[in-house]
């Protein structure tokens, strides 16, 4: 996950280790806000296996659509960028793929192996994309461990 200095001001009261969830919930917001200060928050997904792009797609797919209060085309849009991106590549996305996602108040932006596919332009669907990994439902608990455990309670300092 890549965000804006704000998501590491916004766990800046929570000692590492304590208050999970409420960092979480911080950190999530954070996230998940967009403005001038913090216009986009970015994951980047590296494959560690071997999958065809309908299979990916679908799976990012099921994790927005219950959080996405948009149009359904919208995740059909998402899901169709995704297929075309690992086509562009052969059709299978092998151990090594990257997949790029950067969220913004427009929408979402998606990459394979640094070649933008285009985006879904749709208010909502950036934030719904980044609740698929940082909400208390997250899709990787342990990419929230790890935020919290890098960023608590380590006295950074933003500068601005």
């Known amino acids: 996950m890549y965000s804006s200095p704000s ?4 766990l800046s009261p929570f000692p590492k280790g ?3 969830k409420e960092a979480q919930t911080a950190l999530r917001n954070a996230a998940r806000t967009f403005g001038p200060s913090s216009p986009t928050t970015s994951f980047v997904l590296e494959m560690t296996f071997k999958a065809d792009g309908k299979t990916i797609a679908e799976a990012i797919a099921e994790g927005v659509k219950p959080r996405h ?3 359904p085309s919208d995740v059909t849009e998402l899901e169709n960028l995704i297929v075309q991106g690992v086509a562009a590549k052969g059709g299978q996305a ?3 793929t990257i997949f790029r996602f950067d ?5 979402v932006s998606v990459s394979v192996d640094g070649n933008v596919q285009g985006a879904v ?3 909502g669907i950036g934030s719904a994309l980044v609740d698929v990994f940082m909400d208390d439902k997250a899709v990787s608990p342990q990419l929230v461990d790890s935020c919290l455990d890098t ?3 380590n006295d950074l300092f933003v500068a601005v």
């Open 69 to 71: 209060g948009g149009s």
């Open 121 to 123: 332009n749709s208010k």
């Open 94 to 96: 092998t151990k090594g």
């Open 7 to 10: 998501a590491l001001e916004a």
């Open 151 to 153: 960023w608590c309670g």
């Open 103 to 107: 969220c913004s108040e427009e929408g």
């Open 18 to 20: 304590s208050q999970k």
